[in-house]
């Protein structure tokens, strides 16, 4: 399954995978801390709000359903460098003064099963099940569109979900400068 999220003032749309338009997701990651996953009917199905360490996700289509699930983002462990001034580290190179920590990993429960999202330093977005790697998101920076894709079948609200906590972990560690 592949679903395209391409990026358009104000939202993002939805595409399934026969290339028709699934839905919205309302908002922009940077101007505010929440997105909304909306349908063809523009009905909110999902609110996920960016809080410190993770985001929340309410859940506006099942009622028998948990209504909101918190998700807590994992970060990289640093180790401690040693080493002072330029060429501190290994390789020559300066030393960095600060870092932010980056989200490496996210679980979100979904109604197929958990889902793990995965970053890496290169930016590269894994999905993970139990028994491994079932997915992911390409071109998570990108300004002309992204992919999710996904081995199973999954329902493409879900999936944008998905997407929307993928993307806040990129954002995590960004330094606004003023």
């Not at 699934?22 to 349908?39: F, H, L, M, S, Y």
Request: charged share 30%.
């Amino acid at each position: 399954m592949k679903i395209r999220i391409k990026e358009c003032v104000g939202n993002s749309r939805i595409y399934g995978e026969d290339g028709s338009m699934a839905g919205t997701i309302e908002g922009w990651p940077k101007n505010g801390p929440a997105r909304e996953v909306c349908g063809a009917d523009g009905n909110v199905l999902y609110r996920v709000r960016k809080e410190k360490g993770g985001c929340l996700i309410e859940n506006r289509t099942k009622p028998q359903m948990k209504q909101e699930v918190s998700i807590s983002f994992q970060y990289e462990e640093r180790a401690e460098s040693s080493g002072s001034g330029k060429g501190g580290g290994k390789g020559g190179g300066a030393s960095v003064l600060f870092r932010a920590p980056l989200a490496v990993k996210a679980v979100i429960p979904l109604t197929a099963g958990d889902v793990l999202v995965r970053q890496n330093r290169k930016r590269e977005i894994v999905l993970e099940d139990q028994n491994g790697r079932i997915g992911g998101i390409t071109q998570i920076a990108s300004l002309t569109g992204h992919e999710v894709e996904w081995e199973k079948i999954l329902d493409v609200y879900e999936a944008a979900v998905v997407f929307v906590v993928a993307e806040y972990m990129y954002h995590d560690d960004d330094i606004d400068v003023v």
